[in-house]
């Protein structure tokens, strides 16, 4: 069974640029969460996706905003980047049982950085 | 707000010693626990969760933890460290409510020494 596939796995951008990150979960997860990772400010929660709408969100800026596709592929957006919003963009796909916290699996991650 | 704690940023252990990673949360309520790794490059991988149904969780790995209410603790327990338990631990915190919005520690890097 593959796997969550994250792409790109490296990029960089300059700020005041946008960038779009893609996700593709495991074969038969519906739901689809978004987490930053950076040295500061460690692991946090962007937003879950869940048969295309978003469930969940975290105290990010409207700069960022997610998607989820019939197919339950998802895609990030980060608009006019700043030198923080370099991290390592995690992305986990879960079967999302309703009222539980199902297993989260992550993808390698998309690590972006702002120059 | 809910909060966890991670006491050590690094742990360095020698092969077969007991790796003991610390954990504690906030919160009145229990809520489910999860452990889980990063190896360098890599993403998360679960370890083990708590749902409530027993206070000594056992994941994959050899590793183990206990939950307890009263020190709102959860710590990490392996009995002999081997050297590819070299990575990164990071323990979170998620209530019923929340979904997938995990609320992680700081995470805590162990070393194995030879």
């Known amino acids: 069974k593959a796997g969550v596939t994250q792409t790109p796995r490296y990029l960089i951008k300059t700020r005041g640029q946008q960038v779009t990150l893609s996700c593709s979960p495991i074969?038969?997860?519906?739901?689809v969460s978004w987490y930053q990772q950076t040295p500061g400010q460690g692991l946090q929660f962007l937003f879950e996706?869940?048969?295309?709408?978003?469930?969940n969100k975290g105290n990010f800026p409207g700069r960022f905003s997610g998607r989820q596709f019939s197919n339950s592929r998802s895609e990030m957006n980060v608009s006019t980047l700043e030198l923080g919003d370099s991290a390592l963009y995690l992305c986990?796909?879960?079967?999302?049982?309703?009222?539980?916290?199902?297993?989260?699996?992550f993808g390698e991650g998309s690590r972006l950085t702002v120059l | 707000a809910q909060s966890v704690t991670q006491l050590g940023s690094h742990v360095s252990v020698s092969e077969g010693a007991l790796v003991l990673l610390r954990c504690n949360y906030s919160?009145?309520?229990?809520?489910?626990l999860f452990w889980y790794v990063q190896y360098p490059n890599q993403g998360l991988q679960l370890l083990l969760k708590?749902?409530?149904?027993?206070?000594l969780v056992k994941g994959i790995n050899g590793f183990e933890a206990e939950f307890k209410k009263s020190e709102t603790s959860f710590h990490l327990t392996k009995p002999s460290a081997h050297m590819s338990d070299a990575a990164e631990y990071f323990c979170?915190?998620?209530?019923?409510?929340?979904?997938?919005?995990?609320?992680f520690g700081k995470g805590t890097t162990l070393s194995v020494s030879s």
């Open positions: 986990a796909s879960s079967l999302r049982t309703s009222g539980g916290t199902g297993e989260l699996f």
């Open positions: 074969s038969g997860h519906r739901s």
């Open positions: 996706y869940f048969s295309e709408t978003q469930r």
């Open positions: 919160s009145s309520v229990p809520p489910y």
């Open positions: 708590y749902t409530s149904a027993a206070t």
């Open positions: 979170a915190v998620s209530e019923a409510q929340a979904g997938t919005a995990l609320i």
